[in-house]
Protein backbone atom coordinates (compact mmCIF):
# COMPACT_ATOMS: atom_id res chain seq x y z
CA UNK A 1 0.00 0.00 0.00
CA UNK A 2 1.53 3.46 -0.89
CA UNK A 3 2.23 5.12 1.91
CA UNK A 4 0.77 8.96 2.61
CA UNK A 5 -0.43 10.88 5.08
CA UNK A 6 -3.43 10.44 6.93
CA UNK A 7 -5.78 13.15 8.92
CA UNK A 8 -3.77 14.28 11.97
CA UNK A 9 -0.95 14.04 10.40
CA UNK A 10 -0.35 10.21 10.69
CA UNK A 11 1.19 7.56 8.57
CA UNK A 12 -1.19 5.12 7.08
CA UNK A 13 1.39 3.17 5.08
CA UNK A 14 3.50 2.86 9.16
CA UNK A 15 0.12 2.07 10.77
CA UNK A 16 -0.50 -0.54 8.05
CA UNK A 17 2.48 -2.22 8.09
CA UNK A 18 2.20 -2.41 12.23
CA UNK A 19 -1.09 -3.65 12.14
CA UNK A 20 -0.04 -6.85 9.26
CA UNK A 21 2.98 -7.66 11.54
CA UNK A 22 1.10 -7.82 14.56
CA UNK A 23 -1.57 -10.13 12.78
CA UNK A 24 0.53 -11.98 11.24
CA UNK A 25 2.19 -12.14 14.78
CA UNK A 26 -1.04 -13.24 16.41
CA UNK A 27 -1.66 -15.90 13.50
CA UNK A 28 1.61 -17.53 14.58
CA UNK A 29 0.74 -17.57 18.44
CA UNK A 30 -2.47 -19.14 17.52
CA UNK A 31 -0.68 -21.71 15.81
CA UNK A 32 1.56 -22.28 18.61
CA UNK A 33 -0.94 -22.80 20.88
CA UNK A 34 -1.97 -27.06 21.58
CA UNK A 35 -5.06 -27.93 23.20
CA UNK A 36 -4.35 -31.67 23.09
CA UNK A 37 -6.26 -32.97 26.10
CA UNK A 38 -9.61 -33.12 26.26
CA UNK A 39 -10.23 -31.03 29.30
CA UNK A 40 -13.34 -29.23 29.55
CA UNK A 41 -14.09 -26.29 26.94
CA UNK A 42 -11.04 -27.48 25.18
CA UNK A 43 -13.13 -28.86 22.19
CA UNK A 44 -14.96 -26.19 21.76
CA UNK A 45 -11.73 -23.45 21.61
CA UNK A 46 -10.38 -26.01 19.42
CA UNK A 47 -12.67 -25.17 17.06
CA UNK A 48 -12.39 -21.50 17.89
CA UNK A 49 -8.85 -21.79 17.35
CA UNK A 50 -9.09 -23.52 14.20
CA UNK A 51 -11.78 -20.57 12.89
CA UNK A 52 -9.09 -17.74 13.99
CA UNK A 53 -6.32 -18.99 12.11
CA UNK A 54 -8.53 -19.68 9.10
CA UNK A 55 -9.94 -16.35 9.39
CA UNK A 56 -6.91 -14.72 10.24
CA UNK A 57 -5.44 -16.52 6.63
CA UNK A 58 -8.52 -16.09 4.40
CA UNK A 59 -9.34 -12.83 5.09
CA UNK A 60 -7.86 -10.62 7.12
CA UNK A 61 -4.29 -10.35 6.44
CA UNK A 62 -5.16 -10.54 2.96
CA UNK A 63 -7.50 -7.63 3.11
CA UNK A 64 -5.57 -5.49 5.27
CA UNK A 65 -3.33 -5.52 2.65
CA UNK A 66 -5.13 -5.24 -0.58
CA UNK A 67 -7.57 -2.90 0.97
CA UNK A 68 -8.33 -1.02 -2.50
CA UNK A 69 -9.40 -4.66 -3.92
CA UNK A 70 -13.65 -5.00 -5.16
CA UNK A 71 -15.64 -5.47 -2.29
CA UNK A 72 -16.82 -9.67 -2.00
CA UNK A 73 -20.38 -10.02 -1.84
CA UNK A 74 -20.87 -13.92 -0.51
CA UNK A 75 -24.06 -14.70 -1.00
CA UNK A 76 -25.31 -17.62 1.68
CA UNK A 77 -27.85 -19.22 3.53
CA UNK A 78 -30.57 -21.85 3.44
CA UNK A 79 -30.62 -25.38 1.32
CA UNK A 80 -32.97 -24.58 -1.47
CA UNK A 81 -33.49 -20.90 -0.75
CA UNK A 82 -32.40 -20.09 -4.54
CA UNK A 83 -29.10 -18.80 -4.17
CA UNK A 84 -27.30 -20.06 -7.34
CA UNK A 85 -30.69 -19.00 -8.93
CA UNK A 86 -29.96 -15.32 -7.62
CA UNK A 87 -26.83 -14.97 -8.28
CA UNK A 88 -27.17 -15.43 -11.53
CA UNK A 89 -30.39 -13.19 -12.18
CA UNK A 90 -27.57 -10.55 -10.82
CA UNK A 91 -25.75 -11.32 -13.20
CA UNK A 92 -28.22 -11.71 -16.33
CA UNK A 93 -26.70 -15.15 -17.35
CA UNK A 94 -25.85 -18.40 -16.01
CA UNK A 95 -22.42 -18.44 -14.64
CA UNK A 96 -23.33 -21.12 -11.79
CA UNK A 97 -25.53 -24.21 -11.97
CA UNK A 98 -28.26 -24.73 -8.85
CA UNK A 99 -28.29 -27.83 -7.87
CA UNK A 100 -31.05 -30.59 -8.61
CA UNK A 101 -30.39 -32.87 -6.08
CA UNK A 102 -29.01 -32.02 -2.55
CA UNK A 103 -26.69 -31.86 -1.42
CA UNK A 104 -24.80 -29.90 -4.06
CA UNK A 105 -21.25 -30.75 -3.91
CA UNK A 106 -19.01 -28.70 -6.29
CA UNK A 107 -16.51 -25.71 -5.88
CA UNK A 108 -17.67 -22.02 -5.38
CA UNK A 109 -18.20 -19.41 -8.17
CA UNK A 110 -16.44 -16.30 -7.84
CA UNK A 111 -18.13 -13.87 -10.81
CA UNK A 112 -15.99 -10.40 -11.05
CA UNK A 113 -15.40 -7.73 -13.42
CA UNK A 114 -12.53 -8.38 -16.33
CA UNK A 115 -11.08 -5.38 -15.34
CA UNK A 116 -10.64 -6.74 -11.20
CA UNK A 117 -8.77 -10.38 -12.47
CA UNK A 118 -6.08 -9.52 -11.00
CA UNK A 119 -7.18 -9.09 -7.28
CA UNK A 120 -8.62 -12.47 -7.11
CA UNK A 121 -4.95 -14.42 -7.85
CA UNK A 122 -3.81 -17.34 -5.42
CA UNK A 123 -2.45 -14.69 -3.12
CA UNK A 124 -5.25 -13.13 -1.89
CA UNK A 125 -8.67 -13.87 -0.53
CA UNK A 126 -9.14 -17.62 0.19
CA UNK A 127 -5.49 -18.49 -0.25
CA UNK A 128 -5.94 -21.93 0.28
CA UNK A 129 -8.37 -22.62 -2.87
CA UNK A 130 -7.02 -23.24 -6.20
CA UNK A 131 -8.56 -20.89 -8.66
CA UNK A 132 -10.03 -23.17 -11.90
CA UNK A 133 -11.97 -21.53 -14.95
CA UNK A 134 -13.97 -24.35 -15.17
CA UNK A 135 -16.89 -25.65 -12.88
CA UNK A 136 -15.44 -28.18 -10.83
CA UNK A 137 -16.57 -30.77 -7.88
CA UNK A 138 -13.75 -30.01 -6.15
CA UNK A 139 -14.42 -27.98 -2.75
CA UNK A 140 -11.30 -27.40 -2.52
CA UNK A 141 -11.17 -25.00 -6.03
CA UNK A 142 -12.62 -21.58 -6.44
CA UNK A 143 -14.45 -20.75 -10.08
CA UNK A 144 -13.20 -17.40 -11.43
CA UNK A 145 -15.95 -16.16 -13.59
CA UNK A 146 -15.17 -12.73 -15.72
CA UNK A 147 -18.46 -10.85 -16.73
CA UNK A 148 -18.87 -7.75 -17.85
CA UNK A 149 -22.31 -7.44 -16.71
CA UNK A 150 -20.53 -6.98 -13.02
CA UNK A 151 -19.31 -3.70 -12.25
CA UNK A 152 -15.84 -2.90 -11.44
CA UNK A 153 -15.34 -3.02 -8.02
CA UNK A 154 -17.83 -5.57 -7.06
CA UNK A 155 -17.43 -9.53 -6.88
CA UNK A 156 -20.33 -12.00 -5.97
CA UNK A 157 -19.28 -15.50 -4.40
CA UNK A 158 -21.83 -18.09 -4.72
CA UNK A 159 -21.52 -20.20 -1.46
CA UNK A 160 -22.57 -23.47 -0.82
CA UNK A 161 -25.31 -24.22 1.90
CA UNK A 162 -24.77 -23.63 5.31
CA UNK A 163 -27.11 -26.52 6.35
CA UNK A 164 -26.23 -28.81 4.19
CA UNK A 165 -26.20 -32.67 5.56
CA UNK A 166 -22.90 -32.57 3.48
CA UNK A 167 -20.19 -31.97 6.17
CA UNK A 168 -18.02 -30.43 3.44
CA UNK A 169 -20.35 -28.29 1.78
CA UNK A 170 -21.12 -26.70 5.35
CA UNK A 171 -17.50 -26.00 5.98
CA UNK A 172 -16.85 -24.55 3.05
CA UNK A 173 -19.55 -22.20 3.53
CA UNK A 174 -18.57 -21.17 7.25
CA UNK A 175 -14.59 -20.46 5.31
CA UNK A 176 -15.68 -19.00 2.98
CA UNK A 177 -18.49 -16.48 4.64
CA UNK A 178 -15.96 -15.46 6.88
CA UNK A 179 -14.18 -13.98 4.29
CA UNK A 180 -16.99 -11.86 2.89
CA UNK A 181 -16.83 -8.19 3.19
CA UNK A 182 -20.66 -8.32 2.33
CA UNK A 183 -22.85 -11.23 3.37
CA UNK A 184 -25.81 -11.59 1.22
CA UNK A 185 -27.97 -13.85 2.89
CA UNK A 186 -30.66 -15.60 1.18
CA UNK A 187 -33.48 -17.10 2.63
CA UNK A 188 -37.28 -18.06 1.72
CA UNK A 189 -40.78 -17.79 3.53
CA UNK A 190 -40.54 -21.43 4.63
CA UNK A 191 -36.59 -21.35 5.45
CA UNK A 192 -36.21 -17.94 7.32
CA UNK A 193 -36.83 -18.79 10.50
CA UNK A 194 -34.46 -21.91 10.35
CA UNK A 195 -31.92 -22.22 13.34
CA UNK A 196 -28.72 -22.40 11.21
CA UNK A 197 -28.14 -19.47 9.16
CA UNK A 198 -29.05 -17.56 12.57
CA UNK A 199 -26.35 -19.14 14.10
CA UNK A 200 -23.80 -17.33 11.58
CA UNK A 201 -25.89 -14.51 11.12
CA UNK A 202 -25.30 -14.20 14.68
CA UNK A 203 -22.12 -14.31 14.70
CA UNK A 204 -22.12 -11.95 11.62
CA UNK A 205 -23.51 -9.41 14.04
CA UNK A 206 -20.76 -10.41 16.79
CA UNK A 207 -18.27 -9.41 14.46
CA UNK A 208 -20.26 -6.27 12.95
CA UNK A 209 -19.79 -7.95 9.27
CA UNK A 210 -22.11 -5.73 6.55
CA UNK A 211 -25.65 -8.01 6.24
CA UNK A 212 -28.32 -7.64 3.61
CA UNK A 213 -31.06 -9.92 3.57
CA UNK A 214 -33.10 -11.85 0.55
CA UNK A 215 -36.32 -12.73 1.56
CA UNK A 216 -36.91 -15.42 -1.91
CA UNK A 217 -39.12 -16.93 -3.44
CA UNK A 218 -41.98 -15.66 -1.27
CA UNK A 219 -45.70 -15.73 -2.39
CA UNK A 220 -47.27 -12.46 -2.99
CA UNK A 221 -49.95 -12.82 -0.31
CA UNK A 222 -47.27 -13.69 2.67
CA UNK A 223 -45.00 -11.02 1.46
CA UNK A 224 -45.73 -8.32 4.74
CA UNK A 225 -45.96 -11.26 7.14
CA UNK A 226 -43.16 -12.86 6.81
CA UNK A 227 -40.98 -9.52 6.46
CA UNK A 228 -42.38 -8.03 9.14
CA UNK A 229 -41.39 -11.21 11.42
CA UNK A 230 -38.10 -11.23 9.28
CA UNK A 231 -37.67 -7.92 10.34
CA UNK A 232 -38.33 -8.26 14.24
CA UNK A 233 -36.23 -11.63 14.32
CA UNK A 234 -33.01 -8.94 12.59
CA UNK A 235 -33.40 -6.16 15.20
CA UNK A 236 -33.85 -8.65 18.38
CA UNK A 237 -30.37 -9.89 17.03
CA UNK A 238 -27.77 -7.25 16.60
CA UNK A 239 -29.03 -6.50 12.69
CA UNK A 240 -31.97 -3.97 12.59
CA UNK A 241 -29.33 -1.99 10.34
CA UNK A 242 -29.10 -4.69 7.44
CA UNK A 243 -31.30 -3.78 4.50
CA UNK A 244 -33.71 -6.15 3.69
CA UNK A 245 -34.92 -6.62 0.14
CA UNK A 246 -37.69 -8.90 -1.36
CA UNK A 247 -37.59 -11.34 -4.09
CA UNK A 248 -40.83 -12.33 -5.26
CA UNK A 249 -41.81 -15.24 -7.01
CA UNK A 250 -41.44 -15.47 -10.59
CA UNK A 251 -41.15 -17.55 -13.60
CA UNK A 252 -37.11 -18.88 -14.12
CA UNK A 253 -36.52 -18.77 -17.47
CA UNK A 254 -34.29 -21.66 -19.71
CA UNK A 255 -31.31 -20.28 -18.59
CA UNK A 256 -32.13 -20.48 -14.96
CA UNK A 257 -32.49 -16.46 -14.35
CA UNK A 258 -35.36 -14.42 -12.67
CA UNK A 259 -36.95 -11.72 -14.45
CA UNK A 260 -34.62 -8.74 -14.96
CA UNK A 261 -37.57 -6.49 -12.55
CA UNK A 262 -37.57 -9.13 -9.35
CA UNK A 263 -33.89 -8.35 -8.48
CA UNK A 264 -33.40 -5.18 -9.91
CA UNK A 265 -33.61 -3.11 -6.01
CA UNK A 266 -30.56 -5.88 -5.26
CA UNK A 267 -28.55 -5.02 -8.50
CA UNK A 268 -29.27 -1.56 -7.83
CA UNK A 269 -27.90 -1.43 -4.41
CA UNK A 270 -24.80 -3.51 -5.27
CA UNK A 271 -24.00 -1.14 -8.29
CA UNK A 272 -24.13 1.83 -6.08
CA UNK A 273 -21.71 0.02 -3.63
CA UNK A 274 -19.60 -0.59 -6.72
CA UNK A 275 -19.48 3.26 -8.24
CA UNK A 276 -19.23 4.81 -4.50
CA UNK A 277 -15.63 4.39 -3.51
CA UNK A 278 -16.30 5.75 -0.17
CA UNK A 279 -19.80 3.89 0.27
CA UNK A 280 -17.68 0.51 -0.95
CA UNK A 281 -14.66 0.75 1.52
CA UNK A 282 -16.98 1.86 4.24
CA UNK A 283 -18.46 -1.60 4.07
CA UNK A 284 -14.91 -3.25 3.85
CA UNK A 285 -13.58 -1.07 6.80
CA UNK A 286 -16.23 -2.23 9.35
CA UNK A 287 -16.31 -5.89 8.41
CA UNK A 288 -12.93 -5.62 8.36
CA UNK A 289 -12.25 -3.73 11.88
CA UNK A 290 -15.01 -5.76 12.92
CA UNK A 291 -12.93 -9.28 11.80
CA UNK A 292 -9.88 -7.77 13.45
CA UNK A 293 -11.67 -6.60 17.06
CA UNK A 294 -13.29 -10.05 17.15
CA UNK A 295 -9.87 -12.07 16.45
CA UNK A 296 -8.48 -10.46 18.99
CA UNK A 297 -11.14 -10.58 21.80
CA UNK A 298 -11.84 -14.33 20.89
CA UNK A 299 -7.63 -15.32 21.43
CA UNK A 300 -8.35 -14.63 24.97
CA UNK A 301 -10.34 -17.46 25.43
CA UNK A 302 -7.93 -20.19 23.69
CA UNK A 303 -5.33 -18.19 25.87
CA UNK A 304 -7.24 -19.47 28.76
CA UNK A 305 -7.87 -22.89 27.63
CA UNK A 306 -3.90 -23.06 27.15
CA UNK A 307 -3.24 -22.27 30.48
CA UNK A 308 -5.38 -25.27 31.33
CA UNK A 309 -3.79 -27.33 29.45
CA UNK A 310 -0.17 -26.58 30.53
CA UNK A 311 -1.86 -26.48 34.00
CA UNK A 312 -2.80 -30.49 33.55
CA UNK A 313 0.70 -31.51 31.99
CA UNK A 314 2.02 -30.11 34.69
CA UNK A 315 0.30 -32.12 36.84
CA UNK A 316 0.34 -35.23 35.20
CA UNK A 317 4.10 -34.46 34.45
CA UNK A 318 4.70 -33.70 38.76
CA UNK A 319 2.64 -37.15 39.51
CA UNK A 320 4.61 -39.13 37.10
CA UNK A 321 7.85 -37.72 38.89
CA UNK A 322 6.89 -38.11 41.93
CA UNK A 323 5.69 -42.18 42.04
CA UNK A 324 9.33 -43.15 40.10
CA UNK A 325 10.76 -40.57 42.89
CA UNK A 326 9.41 -43.00 45.31
CA UNK A 327 10.20 -45.22 43.95
CA UNK A 328 13.60 -44.73 43.24
CA UNK A 329 13.89 -43.13 47.09
CA UNK A 330 12.51 -46.45 48.21
CA UNK A 331 14.86 -49.08 46.57
CA UNK A 332 17.91 -46.51 47.57
CA UNK A 333 16.78 -47.07 50.80
CA UNK A 334 16.31 -50.77 51.15
CA UNK A 335 20.17 -51.09 49.77
CA UNK A 336 21.54 -49.10 52.58
CA UNK A 337 19.71 -49.57 55.53
CA UNK A 338 20.10 -53.78 56.20
CA UNK A 339 17.45 -54.88 53.84
CA UNK A 340 18.84 -56.23 51.64
CA UNK A 341 21.12 -58.10 54.22
CA UNK A 342 18.11 -60.67 55.11
CA UNK A 343 17.15 -63.68 53.08
CA UNK A 344 19.36 -65.78 51.00
CA UNK A 345 21.76 -62.74 51.05
CA UNK A 346 22.30 -63.80 54.79
CA UNK A 347 22.33 -66.86 54.48
CA UNK A 348 25.15 -66.92 51.85
CA UNK A 349 27.17 -64.10 53.72
CA UNK A 350 27.02 -65.81 56.66
CA UNK A 351 27.99 -69.84 55.04
CA UNK A 352 30.71 -67.75 53.92
CA UNK A 353 32.42 -65.75 56.88
CA UNK A 354 31.54 -68.80 58.89
CA UNK A 355 28.82 -66.72 61.27
CA UNK A 356 28.15 -68.74 64.24
CA UNK A 357 31.80 -68.40 66.24
CA UNK A 358 32.12 -64.79 64.23
CA UNK A 359 29.32 -63.47 65.67
CA UNK A 360 30.07 -64.73 69.13
CA UNK A 361 33.71 -63.06 68.99
CA UNK A 362 31.76 -59.89 67.59
CA UNK A 363 29.34 -60.22 71.04
CA UNK A 364 32.31 -60.32 73.24
CA UNK A 365 35.37 -58.93 72.12
CA UNK A 366 34.70 -56.84 68.80
CA UNK A 367 37.96 -54.82 68.71
CA UNK A 368 39.89 -57.83 68.79
CA UNK A 369 38.24 -58.89 65.14
CA UNK A 370 40.57 -57.53 63.33
CA UNK A 371 42.87 -60.12 64.06
CA UNK A 372 41.10 -63.22 64.23
CA UNK A 373 39.21 -62.80 60.74
CA UNK A 374 41.94 -64.52 58.94
CA UNK A 375 41.71 -67.72 60.80
CA UNK A 376 37.94 -67.16 61.08
CA UNK A 377 36.65 -66.75 58.06
CA UNK A 378 36.06 -70.02 56.53
CA UNK A 379 34.58 -69.43 52.93
CA UNK A 380 35.49 -70.65 49.88
CA UNK A 381 35.99 -69.16 46.22
CA UNK A 382 32.36 -71.21 45.74
CA UNK A 383 30.95 -69.74 48.30
CA UNK A 384 31.87 -66.21 47.54
CA UNK A 385 30.23 -66.62 44.54
CA UNK A 386 26.91 -67.98 46.17
CA UNK A 387 26.91 -64.68 47.74
CA UNK A 388 27.50 -63.07 44.89
CA UNK A 389 24.54 -65.35 43.15
CA UNK A 390 21.96 -63.84 45.64
CA UNK A 391 22.79 -60.33 45.81
CA UNK A 392 22.44 -60.58 42.10
CA UNK A 393 18.86 -62.00 42.78
CA UNK A 394 17.82 -59.97 45.65
CA UNK A 395 18.69 -56.58 44.02
CA UNK A 396 16.58 -57.61 40.14
CA UNK A 397 13.62 -58.16 42.58
CA UNK A 398 14.16 -55.38 44.49
CA UNK A 399 14.27 -53.52 41.23
CA UNK A 400 11.20 -54.77 39.43
CA UNK A 401 9.19 -54.83 42.35
CA UNK A 402 9.20 -50.89 42.71
CA UNK A 403 9.45 -50.04 39.16
CA UNK A 404 6.11 -52.37 38.84
CA UNK A 405 4.86 -50.19 42.15
CA UNK A 406 5.82 -47.06 40.65
CA UNK A 407 4.20 -47.71 37.12
CA UNK A 408 0.83 -48.61 39.44
CA UNK A 409 1.03 -45.39 41.40
CA UNK A 410 1.67 -43.35 37.88
CA UNK A 411 -1.26 -44.83 36.55
CA UNK A 412 -3.70 -44.75 39.56
CA UNK A 413 -2.90 -40.95 39.60
CA UNK A 414 -3.45 -40.55 36.00
CA UNK A 415 -6.47 -42.96 35.87
CA UNK A 416 -8.12 -39.59 38.35
CA UNK A 417 -8.39 -36.91 35.75
CA UNK A 418 -10.02 -37.22 32.53
CA UNK A 419 -7.12 -35.90 30.75
CA UNK A 420 -4.72 -38.74 32.15
CA UNK A 421 -7.58 -41.31 31.28
CA UNK A 422 -7.31 -40.48 27.71
CA UNK A 423 -3.74 -40.33 27.36
CA UNK A 424 -3.55 -43.79 29.21
CA UNK A 425 -6.37 -45.39 26.50
CA UNK A 426 -4.38 -43.87 23.83
CA UNK A 427 -0.86 -45.03 24.50
CA UNK A 428 0.26 -48.14 22.11
CA UNK A 429 2.21 -49.62 25.43
CA UNK A 430 0.75 -50.41 28.72
CA UNK A 431 1.64 -47.69 31.51
CA UNK A 432 0.28 -49.46 34.24
CA UNK A 433 3.12 -51.74 34.32
CA UNK A 434 6.48 -51.78 34.22
CA UNK A 435 8.76 -51.73 30.59
CA UNK A 436 9.00 -55.36 29.02
CA UNK A 437 12.79 -55.01 28.96
CA UNK A 438 13.03 -54.08 31.99
CA UNK A 439 14.55 -57.55 33.87
CA UNK A 440 16.79 -57.76 31.44
CA UNK A 441 17.99 -53.95 31.98
CA UNK A 442 18.30 -54.49 35.99
CA UNK A 443 20.13 -57.73 35.27
CA UNK A 444 22.67 -56.12 33.07
CA UNK A 445 22.98 -53.05 35.48
CA UNK A 446 23.21 -55.58 38.38
CA UNK A 447 25.86 -57.71 37.01
CA UNK A 448 27.57 -54.40 35.99
CA UNK A 449 27.71 -52.65 39.22
CA UNK A 450 29.08 -56.12 40.59
CA UNK A 451 31.89 -55.85 37.93
CA UNK A 452 32.30 -52.37 39.27
CA UNK A 453 32.84 -53.17 42.82
CA UNK A 454 34.96 -56.20 41.71
CA UNK A 455 37.14 -53.56 39.90
CA UNK A 456 37.59 -51.47 42.58
CA UNK A 457 38.97 -54.13 44.64
CA UNK A 458 41.25 -55.32 42.06
CA UNK A 459 42.27 -52.26 41.84
CA UNK A 460 42.46 -50.86 45.39
CA UNK A 461 44.40 -54.56 46.38
CA UNK A 462 47.30 -54.00 43.46
CA UNK A 463 49.91 -53.54 45.46
CA UNK A 464 48.37 -56.17 48.28
CA UNK A 465 47.74 -58.98 45.80
CA UNK A 466 50.72 -61.35 47.34
CA UNK A 467 49.91 -60.25 51.34
CA UNK A 468 48.24 -63.44 53.20
CA UNK A 469 44.67 -61.60 54.01
CA UNK A 470 44.05 -60.31 50.05
CA UNK A 471 45.22 -64.08 49.48
CA UNK A 472 43.04 -65.17 52.23
CA UNK A 473 39.79 -63.23 51.20
CA UNK A 474 40.70 -63.37 47.50
CA UNK A 475 39.22 -60.86 44.41
CA UNK A 476 35.41 -62.28 44.98
CA UNK A 477 35.46 -62.63 48.63
CA UNK A 478 36.40 -59.12 49.50
CA UNK A 479 34.24 -57.52 46.75
CA UNK A 480 31.20 -59.55 48.31
CA UNK A 481 32.16 -58.01 51.97
CA UNK A 482 32.62 -54.60 50.14
CA UNK A 483 28.75 -55.37 48.72
CA UNK A 484 27.74 -56.25 52.57
CA UNK A 485 29.36 -52.91 54.21
CA UNK A 486 27.02 -51.05 51.15
CA UNK A 487 23.94 -53.01 51.81
CA UNK A 488 24.39 -51.21 55.27
CA UNK A 489 25.59 -47.72 54.32
CA UNK A 490 23.47 -45.06 56.09
CA UNK A 491 21.95 -46.80 59.02
CA UNK A 492 25.41 -45.90 61.12
CA UNK A 493 25.17 -50.21 62.08
CA UNK A 494 28.09 -50.44 64.39
CA UNK A 495 29.06 -53.41 66.60
CA UNK A 496 26.90 -56.33 67.28
CA UNK A 497 23.61 -54.62 69.21
CA UNK A 498 22.15 -53.61 66.03
CA UNK A 499 21.80 -57.35 65.25
CA UNK A 500 22.42 -59.73 62.37
CA UNK A 501 22.24 -57.81 59.57
CA UNK A 502 23.98 -54.86 61.39
CA UNK A 503 26.64 -57.86 62.57
CA UNK A 504 27.15 -59.36 59.54
CA UNK A 505 27.72 -55.80 57.96
CA UNK A 506 30.91 -55.29 60.70
CA UNK A 507 31.95 -58.38 59.58
CA UNK A 508 32.12 -57.15 56.20
CA UNK A 509 34.02 -54.13 57.31
CA UNK A 510 36.24 -55.68 59.28
CA UNK A 511 37.16 -58.18 56.82
CA UNK A 512 37.76 -55.08 54.38
CA UNK A 513 39.94 -53.36 56.82
CA UNK A 514 42.20 -56.01 57.61
CA UNK A 515 43.47 -55.65 54.22
CA UNK A 516 43.33 -51.83 53.19
CA UNK A 517 42.99 -49.90 56.34
CA UNK A 518 40.09 -47.72 57.64
CA UNK A 519 40.31 -44.77 55.35
CA UNK A 520 40.18 -47.19 52.12
CA UNK A 521 37.17 -48.95 52.81
CA UNK A 522 35.11 -45.04 53.59
CA UNK A 523 36.35 -44.69 49.98
CA UNK A 524 35.03 -47.76 48.36
CA UNK A 525 32.24 -48.25 49.85
CA UNK A 526 30.83 -44.42 48.73
CA UNK A 527 32.51 -45.65 45.85
CA UNK A 528 30.20 -48.23 45.22
CA UNK A 529 27.37 -47.24 46.49
CA UNK A 530 27.69 -44.28 44.37
CA UNK A 531 27.79 -46.77 41.29
CA UNK A 532 24.67 -48.54 42.42
CA UNK A 533 22.92 -45.64 42.81
CA UNK A 534 23.56 -44.00 39.28
CA UNK A 535 22.68 -47.87 37.87
CA UNK A 536 19.12 -47.65 39.78
CA UNK A 537 18.43 -43.86 38.80
CA UNK A 538 19.76 -44.73 35.17
CA UNK A 539 17.02 -47.46 35.21
CA UNK A 540 13.87 -45.65 36.68
CA UNK A 541 14.72 -42.90 34.66
CA UNK A 542 13.97 -44.81 31.33
CA UNK A 543 11.19 -46.37 33.22
CA UNK A 544 9.75 -42.86 34.09
CA UNK A 545 10.25 -41.59 30.60
CA UNK A 546 7.75 -43.80 29.03
CA UNK A 547 4.96 -41.25 31.02
CA UNK A 548 6.98 -38.23 30.13
CA UNK A 549 7.28 -39.01 26.75
CA UNK A 550 3.49 -38.68 26.34
CA UNK A 551 3.68 -35.64 28.35
CA UNK A 552 6.06 -34.22 26.05
CA UNK A 553 4.49 -35.43 22.59
CA UNK A 554 1.73 -33.43 23.58
CA UNK A 555 4.34 -30.07 22.80
CA UNK A 556 2.01 -28.10 25.57
CA UNK A 557 4.09 -25.19 25.62
CA UNK A 558 3.33 -23.82 29.07
CA UNK A 559 4.69 -19.78 27.86
CA UNK A 560 1.88 -19.92 24.74
CA UNK A 561 -0.87 -18.39 26.36
CA UNK A 562 0.75 -15.24 27.38
CA UNK A 563 3.06 -15.17 24.35
CA UNK A 564 -1.09 -15.71 22.63
CA UNK A 565 -2.06 -13.11 24.94
CA UNK A 566 0.57 -10.30 24.06
CA UNK A 567 -0.19 -10.90 20.36
CA UNK A 568 -3.88 -9.95 21.03
CA UNK A 569 -2.89 -7.05 22.84
CA UNK A 570 -0.59 -5.83 20.38
CA UNK A 571 -3.12 -6.34 17.33
CA UNK A 572 -5.53 -4.15 20.24
CA UNK A 573 -2.96 -1.12 19.99
CA UNK A 574 -2.03 -1.11 16.82
CA UNK A 575 -6.03 -1.14 16.06
CA UNK A 576 -6.10 1.63 18.76
CA UNK A 577 -3.55 3.53 16.69
CA UNK A 578 -5.52 2.79 13.74
CA UNK A 579 -8.27 4.47 14.63
CA UNK A 580 -7.12 7.57 16.28
CA UNK A 581 -5.08 8.16 13.21
CA UNK A 582 -8.32 8.11 11.22
CA UNK A 583 -10.21 11.16 12.84
Known sequence: MTTHEAPGGSDVGTETTRMVTALVRLRQALTDVALPLDLPGAAEQRVSQTELVAQLEDYVIPRITTIEAPLLAVVGGS????????VNSLVGSRVTTPGLLRPTTRSPVLVHNPADGQWFGQDRLLPDLERVSHSTNDPHALQLVASESVPAGLAILDAPDVDSVEEQNRLLAAQLLAAADLWIFVTSAARYADQVPWGFLRSAAERSTAVAIVLDRTPADAVQTVATHLARMLASRGLKDSPLFIVHEGKVSDEGLLP???VAEVRG?????????????AVVRQTLEGAVRTVSRRAHPVADASVAQAEAVARLRRDAETAYDRGLQAILAAT???????????????????????????ESKVSKLRDRLVSAVKGKPQQAEQVQVA???????LILEHAEAAAEHAEASWLQLEAGRGLLQSSPTDLGRASRDLRRKAERAVRDWQQDVLDMVRTEGADKKSTARFLAFGVNGLSVALMVVV??????????EVGIAGGSAVVGQKLLEAVFGDQAVRTLSERARK???VRVRTLFA????????????????????EKLRQAARRVDDARYATRIGQQ
Open 542 to 561: DEQVRYLDVIDNLRVDPEAA
Open 391 to 397: VESGLEL
Open 260 to 262: AEH
Open 531 to 533: SLE
Open 269 to 281: WLEMLAADTGARQ
Open 79 to 86: TGAGKSTL
Open 336 to 362: ADGTMLRGEVLARWQEFVGTGELLRSL
Open 487 to 496: FANTAGLTGA
